[in-house]
Structure formats: structure tokens, C-alpha cells
């Protein structure tokens, strides 16, 4: 059974930081590629970052310069670190696990909540 289990949300200020985890389980983590959502209220989910099991990068447009994602596998966990954020980054943010099997699938996360304030 795959499980995504993010943590790391939380309420900051905006120019603050946050790091966000998400561990994964029932994966090959190493052959999976890894990305990072978010979805605003009355707003689409849209892709904030993605690092492929070659570990390739890349990063939304509004998030680039300020978010790194990066993954550890031998804690089979991928992180984003977010600085200076700003409050247009709040959002519930969803860890996404993309793998090959026949065809494939994506898994996600639960969620968690960013705010910024201003």
C-alpha cells in the first residue's frame, strides 16, 4: 500500500521559512519521481516543484530562486525548503509520487496547510 505522509506545515510571516517532509512508503522511492502541489482557495492545484528520479529539478515560475526540492533515499523522504515566503504562497500544499507500473500512476499526499502572513 503506497502512503504519502507530509508534515512540516505550519502558520510563518511572510520573508519567513518553512521546510516541508513527505515520506513515502510501498514505492521504489528511488525510481519514483517526486513533486510538490499546491491549491489556493477558489484556485486550481498547480505544480510548484518536481524532481525526477535522476534527480532533475524543476520549478514553477513564482517559486523559482525562493523553493528547493530535494530528496534523502535513504529516508525515502522528499523535502521542500521555502524561503522568503510570501502570503500569494499560502495554500494546502500535496506531495505527489509519480511511478511506473504497466502505466503511470500518481499517488498523493493528505495535504498541508502553509499560510503567510503579511
Known amino acids: 500500500q503506497v502512503q504519502l505522509v507530509e508534515s512540516g506545515g505550519g502558520l510563518v510571516q511572510a520573508g519567513g521559512s518553512l521546510r516541508l517532509s513527505c515520506a513515502a512508503s510501498?514505492?521504489?522511492?528511488?525510481?519514483?519521481?517526486m513533486a510538490w502541489y499546491r491549491q489556493a482557495p477558489g484556485k486550481q492545484r498547480e505544480l510548484v516543484a518536481r524532481?525526477?528520479?535522476?534527480?532533475?529539478?524543476n520549478y514553477a515560475d513564482s517559486v523559482k530562486g525562493r523553493f528547493t526540492i530535494f530528496r534523502d533515499t535513504v529516508k525515502n523522504t522528499v523535502y521542500l525548503q521555502m524561503n522568503t515566503l510570501k502570503p500569494d504562497d499560502t495554500a494546502v500544499y500535496y506531495c505527489?509520487?509519480?511511478?511506473?507500473?504497466?502505466?503511470?500512476?500518481?499517488?498523493w499526499g493528505q495535504g498541508t496547510q502553509v499560510t503567510v502572513s503579511s
Open positions: 505527489n509520487a509519480e511511478v511506473y507500473r504497466s502505466t503511470w500512476i500518481n499517488y
Open positions: 510501498g514505492i521504489i522511492f528511488g525510481r519514483a519521481a
Open positions: 524532481i525526477s528520479s535522476g534527480n532533475t529539478t
